[in-house]
């Protein structure tokens, strides 16, 4: 990989001083061109201009097939240079671990009749599918029940915070204890200092209500949740977690047999980009215990 890398670099850095010298060379026929053109003694159809037009013609051609070729190889370059900067980021992560290294696998089958460009694109398309499910996956939202018991158990620990003290008023006779909550903190600007002050605690109304309407709340809370969910492609954290680890392994299991077929093609003179989000465990045929990359 560096090596393809290192070859795509120099082939665009060689493009690119062919490039420099021929704009050098455009600029002199240009202005030799226009030397001639305001030169009164040299008429247009003098073999002069003639000849400066076709110079700066041709130098302006050529330019724009270098540009052309140099777009296609500054690709190559890049399509080569992605994947190896991922692989090394990937194997720097890995530093001091111990490496294990994957079961080799079977070489993959290939269709009669079919180019290996077309059996690298169909894996691609699974795995790009597989991409899809695990993003699905990962955008589940909860099941019906589940959200019911996050939203009372949230709602019960606001009314335990509501019920009022009776005992003091009981054992005491002291007024009945209403629920309070901490005053807010404020900044006052004084004459020479900024200092801050704490509000006398106040009546706590929300959680008051929570404690006096708990059971309304609840069941209105459940008619929402019951409006808005959607238990057919719900998932608890449980599921969700099963599933992600699942479609992660079989995304893995193609992009190794995609790795197979990279290979396979550049024995055959074939050459196929590794993708830049490939895998490096799949691309150096680590074992699959070994830490994921980032982001994955």
């Keep these: 990989m560096r090596q393809d890398a ?12 062919e490039m420099q010298e021929t704009r050098v060379l455009r600029l002199r026929a240009d202005a030799r061109l226009r030397e001639l053109m305001q030169d009164k003694r040299v008429r247009e ?9 076709a110079s700066a013609e041709r130098a302006a051609a050529t330019l724009q097939r270098l540009q052309v070729l140099h777009s296609e190889r500054q690709a190559r370059w890049q399509a080569a240079a992605g994947p190896l900067a991922e692989i ?13 290294l994957a079961e080799p696998l079977p070489p993959p089958k290939l269709v009669k009749g079919e180019h290996i460009t077309e059996t690298v694109q169909k894996v691609r398309g699974k795995i790009a599918e597989l991409q899809t499910d695990a993003q699905s996956v990962e955008d589940a939202v909860l099941p019906a029940a589940v959200a019911k018991a996050i939203a009372r158990a949230q709602i019960e620990a606001i009314a335990a915070k509501g019920e009022p003290n009776t005992l003091q008023l009981i054992e005491g006779r002291e007024r009945l204890g209403l629920p309070t909550k901490m005053g807010a903190v404020v900044s006052v600007i004084g004459t020479d200092k900024l200092a801050t002050v704490t509000m006398p605690a106040a009546f706590d109304t ?6 006096l309407c708990k059971d309304a709340i609840v069941a209105r809370v459940d008619s929402l949740i019951d409006e808005n969910a959607d238990d057919a492609s719900a998932l608890t954290d449980e599921q969700r977690g099963k599933k992600h680890l699942q ?12 790795e197979q077929l990279v290979e396979m093609a550049s024995s055959q003179a074939v050459a196929i980009h590794r993708r830049r989000d490939a895998d490096p465990r799949a691309v150096l045929g680590l074992s699959d215990a070994m830490p994921a990359p980032r982001g994955f």
């Design 88 to 100: 090394e980021g990937y194997l720097k992560s890995l530093s001091g671990a111990r490496i294990a």
């Design 45 to 53: 159809g003098d073999a002069s201009i003639i000849t400066a037009r």
């Design 206 to 211: 929300t959680a008051f209500l929570f404690w």
């Design 247 to 258: 479609i992660q392994a079989a995304i893995l299991e193609q992009e190794r047999v995609e």
């Design 6 to 17: 290192r070859d795509a670099h120099a082939a665009l850095i060689a493009l690119s001083d």
